[in-house]
């Protein structure tokens, strides 16, 4: 579009969703249910306050909620969390934040919580120093197909029961089914949670640039 967009990584979808209301950036990849929370207020992220600086531009691909563990460690399900080292990638991030929302609806007791980076967690878990590593994105995940390449890994989310569950505190979110073959080794479909990502913009760009930006993103 003869538009220069410088891009940036932070250190997630609510970070992200700050950043764009408070004009530190034009444009942002949020999601529906973080973008929503924000709106409202309601998440503790926003610390009670409501950010009405953004706008919605396009709904993109889901955002699904995934774990993975080594195969040899025999943990397939949330459940099994239970007594276990996890790691929620980075403090703040949408995977720390409904990861513990998670383990808090359902009553999940991890012996502990870590909060690294997705490589080094792949890394620890190969190092069998890491029970169980969880991610938030798209189906396939990056972290998750590198991490098979030379490890046997179990991929999984939650039972049907247990979104019922989440999704009773947390109507926002989407039941999300992964079908089987999504990673190496993958062989059975799995059932997980997440919402959609969807491209926002601090309230003051232009409606003809926004436009011509949706229009790209949908050619």
């Keep these: 579009l003869g538009t220069n967009i410088a891009a940036e990584a932070t250190g997630g979808i609510t970070i992200n969703t700050q950043m764009v209301n408070n004009n530190q950036a034009h444009f942002g990849v949020s999601t529906t249910t973080e973008a929503l929370e924000g709106w409202e207020g309601t998440a503790k992220w926003t ?3 409501k950010l009405r600086n953004y706008r919605a531009m396009a709904i993109l691909d889901p955002f699904a ?3 993975f563990s080594l195969k040899s460690s025999n943990i397939t399900n949330v459940r099994q969390i239970n007594g276990k080292s ?3 990638s980075r403090a703040g991030s949408s995977t720390d934040y409904w990861g513990r929302r998670l383990f808090e609806v359902l009553d999940i007791k991890p012996s502990k919580i870590l909060n690294l980076n997705p490589s080094d967690a792949s890394n620890l878990l190969g190092d069998h120093l890491l029970d169980v590593a969880a991610v938030q994105g798209g189906l396939p995940h990056p972290a998750i197909a590198e991490a098979s390449v030379n490890n046997d890994l179990s991929v999984f989310g939650v ?3 247990d ?5 009773a505190k947390y109507p926002s979110l989407y039941q999300v089914n992964a079908p089987a073959g999504v990673y190496k080794g993958q062989k059975d479909p799995f059932v997980t949670f997440g919402s959609y990502t969807l491209l926002i913009a601090f309230k003051d760009i232009p409606d003809d640039l926004v436009f011509e930006l949706v229009q790209a ?3």
């Design 47 to 49: 610390k009670g306050n």
């Design 65 to 67: 909620t995934q774990f």
């Design 86 to 88: 996890v790691n929620l």
């Design 159 to 161: 039972s049907p029961k």
């Design 163 to 167: 979104f019922e569950t989440l999704s």
């Design 217 to 219: 993103t949908f050619k």
